[in-house]
């Protein structure tokens, strides 16, 4: 029987390293860590542990991040756009201002969250818990919230949005990964 073993960084300094070296960084420890500011774009993240991390006004883009834990983590102006969190967890976590556009929550645990004037744009938000959330000020549209298993008791205010939106902020994400992807390859 083999034991799975956990990449454990310990500092912020080796997450940046390790992003300038791989793309792959499937169930790696970034528990408690400062990564305020980061920019994590085109990854694959399965299972992350980011509890008690510090990821304000990161930037998650285009990133598998399915079944991630974002338990307790200060996530304030974060931005996920066209990111796959589905099965996170983010019970207790602090997305004030948080920016959820275009992403796959499908699945997530949002119970005891702080949603204040975070906004949510074309995100799938079927089977998510929202208990005991707060979202004062959140605001939303192209989102399903009578799709979530619980749903915020107070619904983010919807505000329409043309559907090609979400196709345009796909798009360009996919492409400002691909160019940093390349980008890093001409250095390697």
């Given at each position: 029987m083999s034991e799975e073993i956990s990449v454990?960084?310990?500092?912020?300094?080796?997450?940046a390293?390790?992003?300038?070296?791989?793309?792959?960084?499937?169930?790696?420890d970034l528990s408690?860590?400062?990564?305020?500011?980061m920019t994590m774009a085109g990854l694959n993240m399965p299972g992350v542990n980011f509890s008690g991390a510090n990821l304000t006004k990161s930037r998650l883009?285009?990133?598998?991040m399915e079944g991630a834990n974002f338990s307790n983590a200060?996530?304030?102006?974060?931005?996920?756009?066209?990111?796959?969190?589905?099965?996170?967890?983010f019970q207790g976590a602090r997305m004030r201002g948080a920016k959820l556009h275009a992403a796959n929550m499908e699945g997530c645990d949002f119970t005891g969250a702080d949603l204040t004037d975070s906004s949510w744009f074309a995100a799938?938000?079927?089977?998510?818990?929202?208990?005991?959330?707060?979202?004062?000020?959140?605001?939303g549209g192209g989102v399903s919230w009578?799709?979530?298993k619980v749903p915020p008791e107070e619904s983010p205010e919807q505000v329409s949005v043309s559907p090609v939106i979400p196709a345009i902020i796909v798009g360009l994400l996919i492409g400002v990964v691909g160019v940093i992807v390349l980008m890093k390859r001409r250095k390697g």
């Open positions: 454990r960084y310990e500092t912020r300094e080796e997450v390293e390790a992003l300038g070296k791989k793309r792959d960084l499937s169930g790696v408690g860590l400062d990564l305020s500011d883009a285009a990133a598998n200060l996530l304030n102006e974060a931005r996920f756009a066209a990111a796959n969190l589905s099965g996170s967890n799938n938000v079927s089977g998510a818990d929202f208990s005991e959330t707060t979202t004062t000020g959140a605001r009578s799709s979530a």
